[in-house]
Protein backbone atom coordinates (compact mmCIF):
# COMPACT_ATOMS: atom_id res chain seq x y z
CA UNK A 1 0.00 0.00 0.00
CA UNK A 2 1.22 3.16 -1.08
CA UNK A 3 1.75 5.74 2.22
CA UNK A 4 0.24 9.13 1.11
CA UNK A 5 0.82 10.61 4.65
CA UNK A 6 4.07 12.65 3.01
CA UNK A 7 3.22 13.53 0.15
CA UNK A 8 3.57 17.14 -1.25
CA UNK A 9 -0.21 17.62 -2.64
CA UNK A 10 -1.43 16.67 0.98
CA UNK A 11 1.43 19.03 2.70
CA UNK A 12 0.96 21.84 1.13
CA UNK A 13 -2.48 22.19 2.86
CA UNK A 14 -0.90 21.66 6.20
CA UNK A 15 -1.28 24.34 9.08
CA UNK A 16 1.65 27.16 8.53
CA UNK A 17 2.19 30.14 10.78
CA UNK A 18 1.41 33.01 8.23
CA UNK A 19 -2.50 31.24 8.31
CA UNK A 20 -3.22 33.31 11.51
CA UNK A 21 -2.84 36.53 9.39
CA UNK A 22 -5.78 36.31 8.27
CA UNK A 23 -7.53 36.08 11.49
CA UNK A 24 -5.57 38.69 12.54
CA UNK A 25 -6.96 41.15 9.52
CA UNK A 26 -10.19 40.20 10.82
CA UNK A 27 -9.67 40.83 14.20
CA UNK A 28 -7.75 44.78 13.28
CA UNK A 29 -10.55 45.36 10.96
CA UNK A 30 -13.41 44.81 13.79
CA UNK A 31 -11.76 47.31 16.05
CA UNK A 32 -10.15 49.38 13.42
CA UNK A 33 -13.30 49.84 11.14
CA UNK A 34 -16.41 50.31 13.31
CA UNK A 35 -18.29 51.82 10.85
CA UNK A 36 -17.55 48.99 7.86
CA UNK A 37 -18.72 46.22 10.13
CA UNK A 38 -21.90 45.40 8.00
CA UNK A 39 -20.13 45.32 4.90
CA UNK A 40 -17.63 43.26 5.88
CA UNK A 41 -20.32 40.91 6.92
CA UNK A 42 -21.05 40.76 3.87
CA UNK A 43 -17.46 40.25 2.65
CA UNK A 44 -17.46 37.17 5.02
CA UNK A 45 -20.42 35.68 3.44
CA UNK A 46 -19.38 36.24 0.09
CA UNK A 47 -15.54 34.59 1.15
CA UNK A 48 -17.24 31.65 2.41
CA UNK A 49 -19.55 31.02 -0.90
CA UNK A 50 -16.40 31.45 -3.19
CA UNK A 51 -14.25 29.06 -0.72
CA UNK A 52 -17.62 26.49 -1.65
CA UNK A 53 -17.52 26.99 -5.26
CA UNK A 54 -13.17 26.44 -4.89
CA UNK A 55 -14.20 22.98 -3.81
CA UNK A 56 -15.70 21.86 -6.81
CA UNK A 57 -13.56 24.25 -9.31
CA UNK A 58 -10.19 24.30 -8.03
CA UNK A 59 -9.99 21.19 -5.94
CA UNK A 60 -13.23 18.17 -7.75
CA UNK A 61 -12.29 20.26 -11.42
CA UNK A 62 -16.38 20.53 -11.79
CA UNK A 63 -16.80 23.46 -14.33
CA UNK A 64 -20.13 24.80 -13.33
CA UNK A 65 -22.46 28.21 -13.59
CA UNK A 66 -24.94 26.76 -11.30
CA UNK A 67 -23.48 27.16 -8.10
CA UNK A 68 -25.37 30.11 -6.53
CA UNK A 69 -28.89 27.68 -7.28
CA UNK A 70 -27.70 26.68 -3.79
CA UNK A 71 -26.28 29.98 -2.49
CA UNK A 72 -30.10 31.25 -3.30
CA UNK A 73 -31.96 27.64 -1.51
CA UNK A 74 -30.20 29.01 1.30
CA UNK A 75 -31.19 32.55 1.47
CA UNK A 76 -34.87 31.26 0.67
CA UNK A 77 -34.79 28.72 3.17
CA UNK A 78 -33.42 30.64 5.91
CA UNK A 79 -36.12 33.48 4.97
CA UNK A 80 -39.17 31.13 4.39
CA UNK A 81 -38.64 29.62 8.10
CA UNK A 82 -39.07 33.19 9.48
CA UNK A 83 -42.41 33.36 8.09
CA UNK A 84 -43.31 29.86 10.10
CA UNK A 85 -41.93 30.55 13.44
CA UNK A 86 -38.95 29.51 13.19
CA UNK A 87 -36.51 32.59 14.23
CA UNK A 88 -33.37 30.65 16.20
CA UNK A 89 -30.68 31.89 13.65
CA UNK A 90 -27.89 28.96 14.00
CA UNK A 91 -30.41 26.17 13.60
CA UNK A 92 -32.10 28.22 10.28
CA UNK A 93 -28.49 28.33 9.25
CA UNK A 94 -28.16 24.97 9.08
CA UNK A 95 -31.50 24.74 7.99
CA UNK A 96 -30.62 26.26 4.92
CA UNK A 97 -27.35 24.49 4.28
CA UNK A 98 -29.11 20.97 4.97
CA UNK A 99 -31.59 21.44 1.99
CA UNK A 100 -29.07 23.16 -0.18
CA UNK A 101 -26.88 20.18 0.33
CA UNK A 102 -30.18 18.13 -0.07
CA UNK A 103 -30.75 19.66 -3.76
CA UNK A 104 -26.82 18.76 -4.89
CA UNK A 105 -26.91 15.11 -3.99
CA UNK A 106 -30.43 15.04 -5.79
CA UNK A 107 -28.97 16.56 -8.53
CA UNK A 108 -25.98 15.90 -8.37
CA UNK A 109 -25.81 11.99 -9.64
CA UNK A 110 -27.45 13.15 -12.83
CA UNK A 111 -25.36 16.71 -13.13
CA UNK A 112 -22.40 15.65 -13.16
CA UNK A 113 -22.39 12.56 -15.63
CA UNK A 114 -21.52 15.74 -18.19
CA UNK A 115 -18.28 17.16 -18.33
CA UNK A 116 -16.85 20.59 -19.70
CA UNK A 117 -19.06 22.55 -21.79
CA UNK A 118 -21.98 20.17 -21.68
CA UNK A 119 -21.58 20.77 -17.82
CA UNK A 120 -21.63 24.80 -17.64
CA UNK A 121 -24.28 24.55 -20.32
CA UNK A 122 -26.26 22.42 -17.94
CA UNK A 123 -25.68 24.30 -14.88
CA UNK A 124 -26.12 27.51 -16.24
CA UNK A 125 -29.75 26.35 -17.91
CA UNK A 126 -31.00 24.97 -14.32
CA UNK A 127 -29.38 28.12 -12.79
CA UNK A 128 -32.00 30.25 -15.43
CA UNK A 129 -34.91 27.81 -15.07
CA UNK A 130 -34.87 27.78 -11.44
CA UNK A 131 -34.65 31.42 -11.32
CA UNK A 132 -37.72 31.94 -13.65
CA UNK A 133 -39.92 29.45 -11.63
CA UNK A 134 -38.99 31.26 -8.48
CA UNK A 135 -39.83 34.52 -9.98
CA UNK A 136 -43.31 32.63 -10.94
CA UNK A 137 -43.94 31.16 -7.49
CA UNK A 138 -44.61 34.99 -5.69
CA UNK A 139 -46.73 33.06 -3.06
CA UNK A 140 -43.88 32.21 -1.24
CA UNK A 141 -40.78 33.76 -3.00
CA UNK A 142 -42.72 37.17 -3.03
CA UNK A 143 -41.40 37.51 -6.46
CA UNK A 144 -39.64 40.69 -7.65
CA UNK A 145 -40.99 42.33 -3.89
CA UNK A 146 -38.56 39.41 -1.97
CA UNK A 147 -39.66 38.41 1.04
CA UNK A 148 -40.35 40.88 3.83
CA UNK A 149 -40.31 40.78 7.65
CA UNK A 150 -37.45 38.75 7.78
CA UNK A 151 -36.17 38.68 11.25
CA UNK A 152 -34.38 36.18 14.03
CA UNK A 153 -33.61 35.47 17.33
CA UNK A 154 -30.74 37.17 19.13
CA UNK A 155 -28.09 35.05 18.67
CA UNK A 156 -27.36 32.23 21.29
CA UNK A 157 -30.43 33.95 22.63
CA UNK A 158 -28.49 37.15 23.93
CA UNK A 159 -26.63 38.79 21.43
CA UNK A 160 -28.99 41.34 19.48
CA UNK A 161 -28.51 41.64 15.49
CA UNK A 162 -27.18 45.72 16.03
CA UNK A 163 -27.83 48.22 13.37
CA UNK A 164 -23.76 48.60 13.53
CA UNK A 165 -23.40 45.44 12.61
CA UNK A 166 -20.88 43.99 15.24
CA UNK A 167 -22.87 41.57 16.16
CA UNK A 168 -23.26 40.21 12.59
CA UNK A 169 -19.82 40.71 11.77
CA UNK A 170 -19.05 37.87 14.74
CA UNK A 171 -21.11 36.27 13.89
CA UNK A 172 -19.88 35.38 10.21
CA UNK A 173 -16.67 35.19 11.05
CA UNK A 174 -17.25 32.66 13.47
CA UNK A 175 -19.06 30.67 10.66
CA UNK A 176 -16.20 31.38 8.18
CA UNK A 177 -13.17 30.19 10.57
CA UNK A 178 -15.29 26.78 11.11
CA UNK A 179 -16.06 26.25 7.53
CA UNK A 180 -12.11 26.99 6.59
CA UNK A 181 -10.98 24.70 9.27
CA UNK A 182 -13.38 21.89 7.71
CA UNK A 183 -12.76 22.73 4.29
CA UNK A 184 -8.39 22.66 5.37
CA UNK A 185 -9.12 19.30 6.87
CA UNK A 186 -11.13 18.00 3.49
CA UNK A 187 -8.53 18.85 0.90
CA UNK A 188 -5.63 17.39 2.96
CA UNK A 189 -7.65 14.19 3.80
CA UNK A 190 -6.97 10.55 1.25
CA UNK A 191 -10.09 12.37 -0.06
CA UNK A 192 -8.92 15.38 -1.06
CA UNK A 193 -6.12 13.56 -3.06
CA UNK A 194 -8.22 11.75 -4.87
CA UNK A 195 -10.43 14.88 -5.44
CA UNK A 196 -7.16 16.32 -6.94
CA UNK A 197 -6.42 12.97 -8.66
CA UNK A 198 -9.49 13.49 -10.67
CA UNK A 199 -9.21 17.14 -11.62
CA UNK A 200 -5.50 16.13 -13.23
CA UNK A 201 -6.15 12.66 -14.80
CA UNK A 202 -9.70 11.19 -14.74
CA UNK A 203 -9.14 8.33 -17.20
CA UNK A 204 -6.49 6.97 -14.46
CA UNK A 205 -8.41 7.43 -11.24
CA UNK A 206 -10.76 5.44 -12.97
CA UNK A 207 -8.30 2.47 -14.10
CA UNK A 208 -6.97 2.33 -10.76
CA UNK A 209 -10.34 1.79 -9.55
CA UNK A 210 -10.96 4.82 -8.06
CA UNK A 211 -15.02 5.53 -7.54
CA UNK A 212 -14.65 9.36 -9.54
CA UNK A 213 -18.59 9.41 -9.61
CA UNK A 214 -19.42 8.66 -6.28
CA UNK A 215 -16.34 11.37 -4.99
CA UNK A 216 -17.68 13.92 -7.70
CA UNK A 217 -21.37 13.34 -6.33
CA UNK A 218 -20.11 13.90 -2.57
CA UNK A 219 -17.60 17.07 -2.85
CA UNK A 220 -20.46 18.37 -5.11
CA UNK A 221 -23.26 17.86 -1.89
CA UNK A 222 -20.51 19.26 0.39
CA UNK A 223 -19.55 22.51 -1.33
CA UNK A 224 -23.43 23.07 -2.02
CA UNK A 225 -24.11 22.33 2.18
CA UNK A 226 -21.45 25.47 2.70
CA UNK A 227 -23.04 27.59 -0.17
CA UNK A 228 -26.06 27.14 1.57
CA UNK A 229 -24.88 27.81 4.26
CA UNK A 230 -23.62 31.37 3.10
CA UNK A 231 -26.85 32.19 1.77
CA UNK A 232 -28.66 31.38 5.07
CA UNK A 233 -26.28 33.63 6.82
CA UNK A 234 -26.43 36.28 3.95
CA UNK A 235 -30.57 36.48 4.43
CA UNK A 236 -29.74 36.71 8.45
CA UNK A 237 -27.24 39.62 8.15
CA UNK A 238 -29.68 41.52 5.70
CA UNK A 239 -32.99 40.25 7.14
CA UNK A 240 -34.19 40.43 3.31
CA UNK A 241 -34.10 37.91 0.87
CA UNK A 242 -34.79 38.37 -3.17
CA UNK A 243 -34.89 37.50 -6.11
CA UNK A 244 -30.79 38.45 -6.66
CA UNK A 245 -29.63 35.87 -4.72
CA UNK A 246 -30.57 32.89 -7.19
CA UNK A 247 -29.24 35.01 -10.20
CA UNK A 248 -26.23 34.24 -12.79
CA UNK A 249 -24.73 36.82 -11.34
CA UNK A 250 -23.91 35.74 -7.65
CA UNK A 251 -22.15 32.69 -9.79
CA UNK A 252 -20.34 35.16 -11.99
CA UNK A 253 -19.11 37.44 -9.01
CA UNK A 254 -17.91 33.95 -7.04
CA UNK A 255 -15.96 32.72 -10.35
CA UNK A 256 -13.86 36.19 -10.28
CA UNK A 257 -13.54 36.65 -7.15
CA UNK A 258 -11.79 33.14 -7.18
CA UNK A 259 -9.45 34.06 -10.32
CA UNK A 260 -8.79 37.22 -8.83
CA UNK A 261 -7.20 35.46 -5.51
CA UNK A 262 -6.39 31.94 -7.08
CA UNK A 263 -7.78 28.82 -7.93
CA UNK A 264 -7.26 25.84 -5.78
CA UNK A 265 -6.07 27.67 -2.70
CA UNK A 266 -8.65 28.09 -0.27
CA UNK A 267 -7.08 31.28 0.74
CA UNK A 268 -7.47 32.78 -2.41
CA UNK A 269 -11.51 32.59 -2.27
CA UNK A 270 -11.29 34.59 0.63
CA UNK A 271 -8.46 37.04 -0.14
CA UNK A 272 -10.11 37.20 -3.48
CA UNK A 273 -13.45 37.94 -2.05
CA UNK A 274 -12.21 40.77 0.29
CA UNK A 275 -10.43 42.42 -3.08
CA UNK A 276 -13.32 41.96 -4.70
CA UNK A 277 -15.98 43.87 -2.84
CA UNK A 278 -13.41 46.49 -1.81
CA UNK A 279 -12.51 47.43 -5.11
CA UNK A 280 -16.35 47.18 -5.87
CA UNK A 281 -17.65 49.15 -3.10
CA UNK A 282 -15.02 52.07 -2.83
CA UNK A 283 -15.36 52.25 -6.90
CA UNK A 284 -19.42 52.98 -6.41
CA UNK A 285 -18.51 55.40 -3.90
CA UNK A 286 -16.25 57.45 -6.77
CA UNK A 287 -18.31 56.74 -9.07
CA UNK A 288 -21.30 53.97 -9.59
CA UNK A 289 -20.80 54.07 -13.59
CA UNK A 290 -17.36 52.32 -13.33
CA UNK A 291 -16.83 49.49 -10.68
CA UNK A 292 -17.11 46.93 -13.83
CA UNK A 293 -14.51 48.11 -15.31
CA UNK A 294 -12.47 48.32 -12.33
CA UNK A 295 -13.08 44.76 -11.57
CA UNK A 296 -12.54 44.15 -15.27
CA UNK A 297 -8.96 46.26 -15.14
CA UNK A 298 -8.04 44.22 -12.02
CA UNK A 299 -8.87 41.22 -13.45
CA UNK A 300 -7.11 41.44 -16.08
CA UNK A 301 -3.46 42.74 -14.84
CA UNK A 302 -4.00 39.49 -12.20
CA UNK A 303 -4.51 36.84 -15.48
CA UNK A 304 -1.62 38.51 -17.70
CA UNK A 305 1.07 39.02 -14.81
CA UNK A 306 0.48 36.44 -11.97
CA UNK A 307 -0.12 32.39 -12.33
CA UNK A 308 -2.23 31.74 -9.50
CA UNK A 309 -4.08 34.65 -8.91
CA UNK A 310 -3.15 37.66 -6.24
CA UNK A 311 -2.07 34.59 -4.10
CA UNK A 312 0.48 33.35 -6.52
CA UNK A 313 1.58 36.43 -7.11
CA UNK A 314 2.73 36.82 -3.15
CA UNK A 315 4.29 33.69 -3.24
CA UNK A 316 6.32 34.39 -5.95
CA UNK A 317 7.26 37.95 -4.53
CA UNK A 318 8.32 36.20 -1.23
CA UNK A 319 10.25 33.29 -2.88
CA UNK A 320 12.18 35.81 -4.95
CA UNK A 321 13.00 37.54 -1.68
CA UNK A 322 13.75 34.29 -0.12
CA UNK A 323 16.07 34.02 -2.83
CA UNK A 324 18.01 37.50 -2.92
CA UNK A 325 18.19 37.44 0.73
CA UNK A 326 19.88 33.46 0.95
CA UNK A 327 23.65 33.29 0.82
CA UNK A 328 25.54 32.41 -2.33
Same mark, same amino acid.
Not at 85 to 106: K, W
Not at 167 to 186: E, G, M, P, Q
Not at 205 to 216: N, S
Given at each position: ?21 ? *? ?103 ? /? ?32 ? /?????? /? ?72 ? /? ?29 ? *? ?55
Amino acid at each position: MIDIRGSEALDRYRFRWPEIVP *AALAGAAYILFPDYLVFGASVMVMAMFALSLDLVIGFAGILTLGHGIFFGLGAYASGLATQVGLQEPISVALLGACIAAAAAFLTGPFVLRLRGLRLIMVTLAIS /SITLEAANKASWLTGGHNGLQNVSFAPILGRFEW /SMDGSS /SYLYVTFWLALVLIAARCLVCSPFGLALQGIRENEIRMRVIGAPVHVQLVVVYGLSAFIAGLAGALWAETNAFV /SLNVLSLDVSIYALAMLILGGIGRLYGAILG *AAVYMCVQYFTQELNPSYWMFAIGLLLILVVRFGRGGLLGLLASALRRSSDRGAPT
